[in-house]
């Protein structure tokens, strides 16, 4: 099978400029230098490659917005967002600590398909080591005259710059991100203006995730029917699958697009011993719970969200027979509390108010009433009534574990304690 | 924004012809539809933070679910379908305020925004009424930021507000939000004063009592207890509108009254708090003959102010109708429009020019796409119109916004857009204040040399520009004539505060160049300068000097409380028979006989602001003492003069006179015949008020043929008449905005009557310095301390800073001194504290000063450091003026609260 993201992939030490050149990195760079950027773009459209940030949304059809041509403003950006702090979610770290010119080589092509002579690694501040792996890397490019003016005489030019984050979640959210990247508070922004339009210091920008960005390379080095071919299901590619939680051994895979669920638990051995599965998250903390029975289900974007979750960033999170629910639940939304960037009232005093009624509820102090208010609180900060997707993205674990789990919650309640506690 | 093209929208099924171009909470605010909301502010745009505004937008007829959306955030369209009082958008909103109230500490009893508290407001519009919330309540500390502002912290709704005037709108680097999640903290990043002078908006601005005002929480009442009269600011020459309010006869507070044209939403804080004069120490509350109080019957006041040769000395800080009555008592050959010389020439030619060409207002001003400021110090001498310009800047985002299919109200797109789309400033003059900061063009130099480059321009962009021979054209000139030969609305903006004429005439050339195009904008010196300047102009007295040396004239002078203004009065009182003032505060000096007159908001008044709109004033309270309005005074003595002036009986008859000469006064007074009721219909406990007194129930307090009534009687005030601002549910200042629509027509009258014949000016000799020194001493006066009435006000007080001389780094560096040093004038006695900065042309210096201090070198052969001595005495001497300031500030406050618990019965009529 054909691993296009990991096959090189080495997470004790990395291949340096000349080891990823010599098994064909940088050639898909290098096609795309000798195409116009719109052919570059247009065969990214046609690969079908979808964002792998969590959205799922088709990359071509992002960068589609970006103005192009002699009228289009003479500074745009890329941005690379690697702030991955999605629980559950460590498949960015995984490719950068082991592929650095990968991920560098995809910057390369998506700045060069859009035009932009400035990119971001924007990267989560823990990831210490991924940043010393990338700034060799950089350094490695630069000097090998990959980065820099006019790059192989293609009049194309293009500087890296990596951003080493301060630690939020919400500077994940791209327009955050750009915020967060200007030296401002990471807030969203409202949209319209799109970032492919008003983005970075309000110029035309580009953002995509680290692991979509390292798909880009096999495209244009191999082309679309081949990247097609990688996967049978309606999502082209392959994608970093991973697992969590009371697993036999938790980890990372690269696989088709849309394998089920079922396949990865297997490949982490199974749950451990004496453990059963209750319910999973599919693609990070702020996807909905899935039962056990949904585990035939392909991971991809049409046939998860069918399911009435999300596909995420596919790392699973399991929870297994021998934690609470509500417990879960109150950890993953104190997190989120914990992240809100504050902007919007909904998510900002809407989250910490869920996490009162939760605690008091996973000590047994919870009542009936406070079951409707935290169904009425899921309603609060649905999709559109916040400012961004943070809310509704904490909401998601736990309206589903209401569903799921209401036996729980009314145990509970009814009994005054939990039974995971002595 | 030409506005004018409508769209139908359904709201609740209901349709509506609204303006296009607007967002959906506009729409619904305008059509007097009662909606939600907290972020949004008419003239700061949408951001979408606060979810409050939410409504149900539906697809079409068939559509019965809906989508939630942020009023706000949704720009109108034809045919639009709206849910606003539906269960799902209903009951969003108020579990939205259940949300914010997780965090609130309820404590509106003791909340000065108790009353008049949108959070309270919205709270009960929503029907939110009970807690579920069972959790404990983030609590946070609060911070000293001065004595303008009282922080609250516990009580912010994060609706980020505060931090988008301040730092946004009004750019103040030092307040900013900060953590994050349900702990956001707006406050500075460590105790200390606010540094902009437009922190006051921050009570009006936050929705809650986060920022409130702290002056008038010392002396605090209810917005419902308050007497409240239109009013119209009188520290500058805009005259921003506000409502300045009272309780038991003293004033307590202004705050902004809007005016669509001029201040909009927003004042300085020179506005705001400088009204305390009033409340001085300084007060004259009696009549004063040679330091003694005197009677005006007795023997001694009647001859000193007995019938001969007079000469009557106008004032720029007193009204239209004190120096009409001044004018019409001392006749207008006698009558001198203000004690400094040096305004003559500058109101003239303001005058002359403002008769050919409209002055822009503040509005206009906004709509600039290019901004050339010619040697005006802005920042101080009309704060109100440096913010407008500010505003100005963002004009080209907001196109561009546009273009990309964004709405411009849509805040945070456009911030985001204006470096790339700048709207350029060109300022030739000197200093460092924000407006220069701002100049993409600087050129530094002084008052004169501004004049010449702005002949130049001129020539440049017309030519037959007059142009000054021998001028070298600077390469910043013909970058300002590129720049606004390609703007399609340049603004040209100067003023008196360098004092040269020469200034007003080169803007006049240029806007004159520049065609149709351009807007004009000449600030002025005081509140009513220009209404002076109208009057004067009618056959203005020669040479007081002269006039006094030949007659053995006596003066009759309305104060005014400038330093530079007691210099010259000090030069031509020697030689006058008597010197009568008639004065709020107490004259220094010789002055024989004091007349206590009227302050703000004690009487009804009129003046005239730079553009020459009349502007009435409504009083709050009756004057102290024995203080009478000035022009009373004068009808007074017009009576025992037998003047024709003593057949006067009323305000409206005086009024009647001016309108025989100025006939468009009609139309500012026109409102007037419908008194208003200063009071809100709260206080329909009057009776209960005094009880602990009298239980008979008093009258109100009548002045008669007045244009209001001190009760809850009378009209509640339409238009711009509003005595507070009030809609039947909204007890904050933001039921203002439910009437932002119908505000554009003023009742201000324009005296002046632009001709739009074009006209240019010539370089005339008596624009050019000739100075001799090796140092230029050009004046450069700070926001607080810079204007001089308010500098009596106790909180300006508090903020002025020392006098301030402000040398080039490199020039210092010459003479060897550092930042901070002592240092004076020569042998002059003024101690300044060195500054550096680099808006200092050459061989120059900037010294700032408080207005009531004299000063009067323009140039100097040497700065020299201060001795261990003076910088002893200096020491002492502001450690002294401090704790003096303090104490006279904490008696003041102790006798004004000692009064509230007797005062009632003394102040009204037939009572006590
Ligand atoms: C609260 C929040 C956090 C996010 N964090 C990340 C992140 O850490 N990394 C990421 O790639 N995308 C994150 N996203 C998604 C981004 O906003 C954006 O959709 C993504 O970077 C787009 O890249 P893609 O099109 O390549 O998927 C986050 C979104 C939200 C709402
Ligand atoms: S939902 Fe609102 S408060 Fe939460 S992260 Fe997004 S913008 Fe911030
Ligand atoms: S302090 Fe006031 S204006 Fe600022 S965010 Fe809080 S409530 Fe809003
Ligand atoms: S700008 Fe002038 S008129 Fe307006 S509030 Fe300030 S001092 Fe008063
Ligand atoms: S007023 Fe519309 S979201 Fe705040």
């Given at each position: 099978m054909d691993k296009p993201l990991s096959s090189h992939l080495n997470i004790e030490q990395p291949q340096d400029i000349g080891a990823y050149q010599a098994v064909g990195g940088y050639q898909g760079f290098l096609a795309a230098l000798e195409q116009a950027p719109q052919k570059v773009q247009q065969q990214v459209k046609e690969s079908g490659l979808k964002g792998r940030g969590g959205a799922g949304f088709a990359t071509g059809e992002k960068w589609r917005f970006v103005p192009m041509g002699d009228d289009a403003p003479k500074q745009k950006y890329l941005i690379c967002n690697a702030d991955e702090m999605e629980p559950g979610t460590f498949k960015d770290r995984w490719l950068m600590e082991g592929a650095p010119h990968l991920l560098l080589e995809g910057v390369m092509i998506a700045a060069y398909a859009i035009g932009a002579s400035q990119a971001f690694i924007f990267l989560r501040g823990e990831y210490r080591l991924c940043a010393r792996r990338l700034q060799q890397a950089i350094d490695e490019a630069k000097q090998a005259g990959l980065l820099g003016e006019n790059i192989r005489g293609s009049g194309f030019g293009l500087n890296i710059l990596l951003h080493q984050s301060a630690g939020r979640y919400i500077c994940g959210e791209e327009t955050a991100l750009l915020n967060a990247l200007e030296g401002k508070r990471a807030n969203p922004r409202a949209k319209p203006p799109f970032p492919q339009v008003v983005g970075l210091f309000g110029r035309p920008t580009i953002v995509n995730n680290c692991e979509t960005l390292c798909n880009l390379p096999g495209i244009l080095?191999?082309?679309?029917?081949?990247?097609?071919?990688?996967?049978?299901?309606?999502?082209?590619?392959?994608?970093?699958?991973?697992?969590?939680?009371?697993?036999?051994?938790?980890?990372?895979?690269?696989?088709?697009?849309?394998?089920?669920?079922?396949?990865?638990?297997?490949?982490?051995?199974?749950?451990?011993?004496?453990?059963?599965?209750?319910?999973?998250?599919?693609?990070?903390?702020?996807?909905?719970?899935?039962?056990?029975?949904?585990?035939?289900?392909?991971?991809?974007?049409?046939?998860?969200?069918?399911?009435?979750?999300?596909?995420?960033?596919?790392?699973?999170?399991?929870?297994?027979?021998?934690?609470?629910?509500?417990?879960?639940?109150?950890?993953?939304?104190?997190?989120?509390?914990q992240e809100s960037c504050g902007w919007c009232t909904p998510c900002r005093d809407g989250l910490p108010w869920a996490v009162e009624i939760l605690s008091r509820m996973e000590v047994g102090k919870g009542t009936q009433e406070d079951l409707d208010e935290l169904s009425r609180l899921c309603d609060f900060m649905w999709i559109g009534k916040t400012f961004c997707a943070l809310a509704p993205g904490a909401v998601e674990p736990l309206r589903s574990a209401l569903k799921y789990f209401a036996d729980d919650f009314a145990e509970h309640v009814d009994k005054g304690r939990c039974r995971y506690r002595h | 924004m030409p506005m004018s093209e409508k769209v139908q929208i359904h709201i609740d099924d209901k349709s509506y012809q609204v303006e296009a171009g607007q967002n959906l909470l506009q729409a619904c605010l305008s059509l007097k539809l009662d909606l939600p909301y907290f972020c949004w502010h008419p003239a700061m745009g949408s951001v979408g933070a606060c979810r409050q505004c939410a409504v149900t937008l539906y697809k079409d007829k068939d559509d019965d679910r809906g989508k939630l959306a942020m009023a706000c955030m949704t720009p109108v369209s034809d045919g639009l379908r709206v849910g606003l009082g539906g269960k799902q958008e209903q009951g969003f909103r108020e579990q939205n305020i259940a949300a914010l109230m997780t965090r609130h500490p309820h404590d509106c009893p003791v909340c000065s925004e108790g009353g008049e508290c949108h959070l309270q407001d919205m709270t009960v519009m929503t029907g939110h009424h009970a807690r579920h919330y069972q959790g404990q309540k983030v609590t946070f500390n609060n911070q000293y930021l001065g004595p303008l502002i009282k922080h609250e912290m516990n009580r912010c709704i994060t609706c980020y507000r505060c931090v988008r005037f301040y730092h946004d709108y009004a750019g103040g680097s030092d307040l900013c939000a900060q953590a994050s999640k349900n702990h956001v903290y707006f406050g500075r990043q460590q105790d200390g004063v606010l540094e902009s002078p437009f922190a006051g908006n921050l009570v009006e601005v936050c929705p809650t009592g986060v920022f409130t005002d702290k002056p008038f929480n010392a002396h605090f009442s209810r917005k419902w207890d308050l007497q409240s009269a239109p009013s119209v600011c009188g520290h500058c020459a805009v005259g921003c509108n506000t409502f300045i309010s009272s309780r038991y006869n003293s004033l307590r507070r202004v705050n902004n009254r809007l005016n669509p044209q001029l201040n909009g939403h927003f004042l300085c804080d020179i506005g705001r708090y400088g009204f305390a004069y009033a409340n001085s120490p300084k007060r004259l509350n009696e009549i004063k003959l040679n330091g003694k109080p005197a009677d005006w019957s007795s023997k001694a006041v009647q001859e000193a102010l007995a019938e001969g040769n007079w000469i009557g000395i106008g004032s720029a800080q007193a009204s239209l109708e004190d120096n009409f009555a001044l004018q019409q008592l001392v006749g207008e050959e006698n009558f001198v429009p203000g004690p400094e010389p040096a305004m003559w020439p500058l109101m003239a030619m303001h005058l002359a020019i403002a008769g050919q060409k409209p002055m822009a207002s503040l509005a206009q001003i906004e709509e600039a796409d290019a901004v050339l400021i010619l040697c005006e110090n802005l920042n101080q001498s009309a704060p109100r119109i440096a913010l407008s310009v500010r505003q100005a800047l963002t004009n080209k985002a907001k196109d561009k916004a546009e273009e990309l299919q964004v709405p411009r109200w849509q805040d945070a797109a456009v911030r985001q857009l204006q470096s790339d789309n700048p709207v350029p400033l060109i300022y030739f003059g000197y200093g460092e204040q924000a407006l220069q900061r701002q100049a993409c063009v600087f050129c530094v130099c002084d008052d004169e040399e501004a004049a010449r480059q702005g002949f130049a321009l001129a020539n440049l962009l017309h030519n037959r520009a007059p142009q000054k021979a021998g001028t070298k054209v600077s390469a910043q000139t013909h970058q300002a004539a590129d720049i606004l030969r390609q703007a399609k609305k340049p603004l040209i903006v100067s003023g008196w505060s360098a004092g040269n004429p020469g200034l007003l005439a080169a803007a006049a050339n240029i806007a004159e160049a520049l065609g149709d195009k351009a807007m004009l904008c000449l600030v002025a010196d005081k509140a009513n300068s220009v209404g002076l300047g109208l009057l004067a102009q009618k056959d203005q007295c020669g040479n007081p000097e002269e006039c006094l040396a030949s007659a053995n004239a006596g003066l009759l002078v309305l104060a005014d409380h400038s330093a530079k203004s007691r210099r010259w009065m000090s030069k031509i009182t020697e030689q006058a028979r008597q010197v009568v003032h008639l004065s709020a505060l107490q004259q220094e000096g010789n002055s024989s006989l004091q007349l206590p007159i009227a302050a703000e908001g004690e009487c009804s008044a009129t003046r005239v602001n730079y553009q020459g709109y009349a502007q009435p004033l409504w009083p709050a309270v009756t004057p102290p003492g024995q203080s009478l309005p000035a022009w009373q005074w004068l009808v007074n003595l017009a009576k025992t003069w037998g003047h024709t002036l003593g057949q006067v009986e009323d305000l409206r008859q005086l009024r009647a006179r001016m309108i025989s000469v100025f006939p468009a006064l009609q139309a500012c007074w026109a409102d007037i015949d419908d008194p208003i009721a200063l009071q809100t219909p709260r206080v329909s406990g009057r009776t209960a008020m005094l009880a602990n007194q009298s239980v008979h129930e008093p009258k109100p307090p009548i002045e008669t043929e007045a244009p209001y009534r001190q009760s809850m009687e009378g009209q509640v005030g339409k238009g711009n008449s509003q005595a507070y601002s009030w809609w039947p549910g909204w007890n904050s200042n933001q039921s203002q905005h439910k009437f932002s629509q119908e505000r554009g027509d003023l009742s201000a009258a324009l005296l002046i009557t632009p001709s739009g014949q074009g006209f240019w000016w010539k370089w005339q000799s008596a624009w050019q310095k000739i100075n001799g020194y090796h140092w230029h001493l050009l004046p450069y006066k700070g926001v607080f301390g810079g204007e001089s009435l308010s500098l009596e006000a106790a909180p300006i007080a508090e903020l002025c800073p020392a006098p301030g001389l402000f040398i080039r780094a490199d020039d210092a560096a010459l003479l060897g001194l550092s930042e901070g040093d002592l240092v004076c004038c020569d042998e002059d006695s003024t101690l300044f504290e060195l500054r550096f900065t680099d808006g200092v042309p050459p061989h120059s210096l900037l010294y700032q000063i408080p207005a009531n201090h004299g000063f009067s070198l323009r140039g100097c052969e040497l700065v020299v450091l201060a001795d261990e001595a003076q910088r002893h005495a200096y020491q002492l001497a502001r450690d002294t003026q401090r704790a003096g300031q303090a104490k006279d500030q904490q008696a003041k406050l102790r006798q004004l609260l000692d009064q509230d618990r007797l005062i009632p019965v003394r102040f009204i009529e037939g009572m006590g």
């Open positions: 080095r191999h082309g679309v029917q081949w990247y097609q071919q990688l996967s049978d299901s309606p999502d082209a590619g392959t994608k970093i699958y991973g697992i969590s939680g009371r697993v036999k051994k938790a980890g990372l895979w690269e696989l088709p697009m849309g394998v089920s669920a079922g396949h990865i638990l297997s490949l982490a051995g199974g749950m451990q011993d004496g453990r059963k599965l209750r319910g999973w998250l599919p693609g990070g903390a702020s996807t909905d719970f899935l039962l056990p029975e949904h585990l035939e289900l392909p991971m991809g974007f049409d046939a998860i969200a069918k399911a009435g979750s999300r596909l995420g960033t596919g790392g699973i999170i399991a929870l297994d027979d021998g934690h609470c629910p509500v417990g879960m639940v109150l950890n993953l939304l104190q997190f989120f509390a | -």
